[in-house]
């Protein structure tokens, strides 16, 4: 493993840009970030298409608004032909890769899962998975089958406040397949949470400080966007800019990683999406998801873009992109260091 990372080894000055994320000086860290994206992994934007095909979940976590005991969501889950088919139309709407998320809904078994994804490799799609946490058995099937990516954020670094927020879950569970994935040589994603109900400057930095240990290939950083409906909903809320300052150090750590500007983001600010790649984000996730499922799928409340069409969405976001004078990604967008054999 590479030595630690300037901004991990200055820890007090990380911890100052942390607390103080207006201060001019992450100002000028945002800037560093955005100049040192643009010499590692250049001016491309890449998209990933995100079909989130079950708001069934098996957990509870406090702040996630498909937790298992909130009954005012209207459950769904897509079968296995409606989830090709809306891969499909993603491909002849130019996507190169696709996300298939869910909630943790053990209905649909390790095989089935495996075979969704043979069918969508016929289209040329890479596909990443966002499953949350499954038998290690079950991430080998699906590497075999053809996945190349893995998304499965720690959410926070902090033992306690990990279990605090996920009943009957650990931290050092969620590391373990972190660590399996990448024995398996998938891509790895993890990421976290920002504003969380309980965090510190120190919990975030260490949040960067895992997320180097694992040398993830991929970071999500969002917001903590509060649900009416979890024991969370009356806390406040992440910003843009507490997010955009962790997005710029996560690049500073992790130079060549694939970090989202992430829809939380757009949620709460209009050019929330914009700003965060205006701070070393190179990733963004339109919606594929059919839209009579969308308004189901809210981990957290007001989420944007309900009501566009796929190729709508495709269309506004890449008008968005080409504002700032980014440029939309032609190939799949693996990690550059990631050996593919």
């Known amino acids: 493993m590479n030595d630690l990372p300037t901004v991990l080894r200055e820890r007090d000055q990380a ?48 702040y996630c608004g498909l937790r298992r005991d909130n009954q005012q969501v209207s459950r769904y889950r897509m079968t296995a032909a409606e989830i090709i088919e809306t891969a499909g139309e993603g ?9 298939l998320q869910s909630g943790e809904d053990p209905a649909y078994s390790g095989e089935v899962i495996a075979e969704i994804i043979r069918e969508v490799k016929q ?31 720690h959410e926070t670094a902090d033992p306690v406040l990990y279990q605090k927020l996920h009943p009957g879950q650990s931290l050092l569970q969620r590391i373990t397949l972190l660590k399996a994935l990448k ?13 969380l109900p309980g965090q510190t400057p120190d919990i ?12 993830a290939e991929m970071v999500g950083i969002g917001p903590f966007i509060p649900h009416p409906e979890t024991p969370l909903g009356k806390e406040p809320g992440g910003t843009v800019d507490q997010t955009c300052i962790m997005v710029a150090l996560a690049r500073l750590s992790l130079p060549y990683a694939l970090i989202p500007a992430t ?10 999406r914009e700003a965060a790649l205006q701070a070393g984000a190179n990733v963004l996730m339109p919606n594929l998801t059919p839209t009579f499922y969308r308004a189901d799928y809210q981990i957290y409340p007001n989420k944007i873009c309900l009501g566009e069409g796929a190729a709508e969405c495709r269309g506004c ?10 440029t939309v990604a032609a190939d799949p967008g693996h990690h550059p260091l990631w050996d593919q054999d």
Not at 186 to 192: D, E, K, N, P
Not at 204 to 213: G, I, N, P, T, Y
Not at 263 to 272: E, K, P
Not at 317 to 326: E, L, M, N
Request: aromatic residues 10%.
């Open 123 to 153: 289209f040329g799609l890479v596909v990443t998975l966002s499953l949350g946490e499954r038998e290690p058995w079950e991430y080998e099937l699906w590497r075999a089958a053809g996945a190349e990516r893995y998304l499965m954020r």
């Open 204 to 215: 975030l930095w260490r949040d960067l400080e895992l997320a180097w240990k694992l040398q």
């Open 91 to 99: 491909a002849k709407l130019g996507y190169k890769t696709v996300v």
């Open 15 to 62: 911890l100052r840009l942390i607390a103080d994320p207006c201060s001019e000086s992450a100002q000028q860290i945002i800037s560093g970030a955005d100049h040192l994206r643009a010499q590692t992994v250049g001016p491309a934007v890449h998209l990933r298409g995100l079909i989130e095909f079950s708001n069934y979940c098996r957990n509870n976590c406090l």
């Open 317 to 326: 976001i890449t008008g968005r992109i080409h504002s700032i004078g980014r």
């Open 183 to 195: 024995e398996l040589n998938y891509q790895v994603g993890t990421g976290f949470i920002v504003g």
């Open 263 to 272: 829809t939380a983001l757009g949620s709460i600010d209009r050019f929330g």
